[in-house]
């Protein structure tokens, strides 16, 4: 028996009438074509541009990115460099360090240790002074210990406070009361205390360090947010929900900064800072401001300063160090020599490449390649 044939169908992928079709039934199924249907992006037939490399675009491209990424790369390192440092370490393993009376300090010393350390600076700083603290060997990156929060809790999510999320686990209940702020990285928050004095004649006199402007701004006010509650007394409001303070921590959220409500709980910036999480074990965070002051002085004047500080953060334990840094920043940030380094390398890598293809091209390109093959 004679079958219709049709061209197109097939090409669309719907087979024509005849046994397929009149078979009907579980027949018509496994007679049905598999082949995908017509159509320009199914059968790869998409418009594409692909270019065609020659000596006249690879060339230029080599070299435009050397002459770009070589000055970048210099005033980046320069820019760098010029960013004044000052960094001690009061960690107090060396035995004749002033702190080393704290080394095996814990968490809950009372009294706690304090120790002074004393240091000169050469050269005055001119610009508004960063201070920092140093961590090193301290895995804030372990994939436990950045999920252990409660982002709800933070948000100031009243139900989250009292039912804390199980990724805080173990520090989500304390005394059968819920933590807040509850997790792994709240309750190892850095908790030493940095205060800065320029010595003048046998004098003191108090350097003022701004705790206000350290952290971002969204964090400040979109991510971290109090509790609300039928009263604008903070600490009424978490006795209110019956939460405790995490295990490490000396005195509860409520009052971290009593003096500044605006600064107090969940949305304290020393909090918000220590909860942005750093992505290496050799890490720095802001502590303070020292913003400059007068125009005709410098913010701090070349001489002697004293550094006192209260020890109350162990480290020794898992063989850490801290460190507190004094630094400039300028219009790319702190001090980096990397990204100078690496523009410098990458531009390099691009001129030299660009100069002995050049050669390679001057010397073999012109050679006739369409010599006459002998029969």
Known sequence: MAVNYNAKEEADGHPSGGVGA???GAAGGVGKSRKPDNTAFKQQRLPAWQP???AG????AFFIIGLIFIPIGIGIFVTSNNIREYEIDYTGTDSSSPCNKCLNVSWNSTPPCTCTINFTLDRPFETNVFM???LSNFYQNHRRYVKSRDDSQLNGDNSSLINPSKE?????????KPIAPCGAIANSMFNDTLELFRIDNDTRISIPLNKKGIAWWTDKNVKFRNPSGHTNNLTAIFQALDTTKPVNWPQPVYMLDTLEPDNNGFINEDFIVWMRT???PTFRKLYRLIEKRDSLQPTLQAGTYSLDITYNYPVHSFDGRKRM???????????N?????AYITVGSICFFLGVVLLVIHHKYGNRNTSADIPN
């Open 132 to 134: 920092y603290y140093g």
């Open 278 to 280: 750093a992505a290496l």
């Open 337 to 341: 020599p990397f990204l100078g380094i």
């Open 22 to 24: 009149a078979g009907g």
């Open 52 to 54: 065609i490399l020659t």
């Open 57 to 60: 675009t690879v060339l230029p």
């Open 168 to 176: 805080c686990e173990p520090y989500r209940t304390s005394d059968n």
């Open 325 to 335: 840094i004094l630094s400039t920043i300028s219009w790319m940030g702190g001090k």
